[in-house]
């Protein structure tokens, strides 16, 4: 089987825009040239990629799992392509970070500013995404440091740096009968409504083992993949959740209030390097830089 890369190309902007006419617009040509694309990639590898509903076109389970490995392989060009372009222009560095919601949707930005603030000329970016992701990614050489959840788990091509456990943190909306309590008792989520992360989220489990282990039983109609979405369902109404502190440092809702919990969910994080590599020195100062910001009050 020879894979055309023109059709991987064509197969990449139809997923991205879920349109041929918008794919089209991107690759600067005929929306039926695309459409021919398509055709001979699904004659290729002999199975059918899409379906037509109406105007809309839906990928099928096989054209997901194969939209997995052609952007693994779009990040590598893209990678060697950054690495080209410093080379050409002299620029001192880059740094490429990976890290799960919880830091990488706020909490992170404070070490990325304090970082920038001292190196300038360091080209920075952030992708974010659940920790098996970002071992991938790591494992791949692909970005230079990463923050995941604990996995439990050994991957190969990476060297893990436990950072000291923290406590979750209950978040309420501010009306809430226990809001007015200094501290939730893992006894007070009996009855409630608890908005709960997606089941292969390490602090889920905590948490189900802490409230199992109490003997506590509760609503868990909603869940959601981010704890930033949780939080949102919290400020709507929806219930209660359970929260990692930097998802909840970062929260500006005032219809919300957090509280610690008792006793103590652990929350657990590691930082990641690719394995068997010398560490930058812009690696080493961007370390230092949330080291700083994980020891600071």
């Known amino acids: 089987m020879q894979l055309n890369p023109r059709q991987l190309e064509a197969f990449r902007k139809v997923m991205l825009t879920g349109s041929m006419t918008l794919a ?25 990629l ?11 389970a096989e054209a997901r799992r194969l939209f997995q490995e052609v952007e693994r392989f779009y990040r590598g060009m893209e990678s060697v392509e950054r690495v080209a372009q410093d080379l050409k222009t002299a620029r001192i560095g880059t740094l490429r970070i990976a890290s799960i919601s919880a830091l990488g949707l706020g909490f992170i930005s ?3 500013r304090r970082f920038s603030d001292a190196h300038p000329d360091v080209m920075v970016s952030l992708d974010v995404c659940p920790s098996r992701g970002v071992l991938e990614l790591i494992g791949a050489g692909q970005v230079d440091i990463g923050y995941i959840g604990f996995l439990g788990i050994e991957y190969p091509g990476v060297d893990l740096y436990p950072h000291p456990n923290v406590e979750a943190v209950c978040v309420l909306p501010r009306n809430h009968p226990l809001a007015r309590k200094k501290a939730v008792r893992i006894q007070d ?6 908005i709960m992360l997606r089941p292969d989220s390490p602090l889920r489990m905590r948490v189900e083992l802490a409230l199992s282990a109490a003997g506590v039983s509760f609503d868990r109609s909603v869940e959601t993949t981010f704890a930033h979405s949780a939080c949102s369902m919290v400020a709507a109404g929806l219930g209660i959740t359970i929260a990692d502190p930097f998802t909840a440092g970062q929260l500006r809702d005032r219809r919300v209030v957090c509280r610690p919990i008792v006793p103590a969910i652990e929350y657990t994080f590691s930082m990641v390097l690719p394995a068997h590599q ?3 020195t812009v690696v080493n100062d961007f370390r230092r830089a949330m080291d700083a910001l994980f020891s600071s009050p």
């Open 278 to 280: 010398p560490r930058s």
């Open 24 to 48: 089209a617009e991107l690759l600067k040509i005929s929306q039926p040239a695309v459409s021919r694309l398509i055709r001979d990639l699904e004659a290729t590898v002999s199975m059918r």
């Open 189 to 194: 989520f009996q009855g409630q409504s608890v």
């Open 50 to 60: 899409f379906r037509r509903e109406g105007n809309r076109l839906i990928p099928g």
């Open 110 to 112: 404070e070490g990325i």
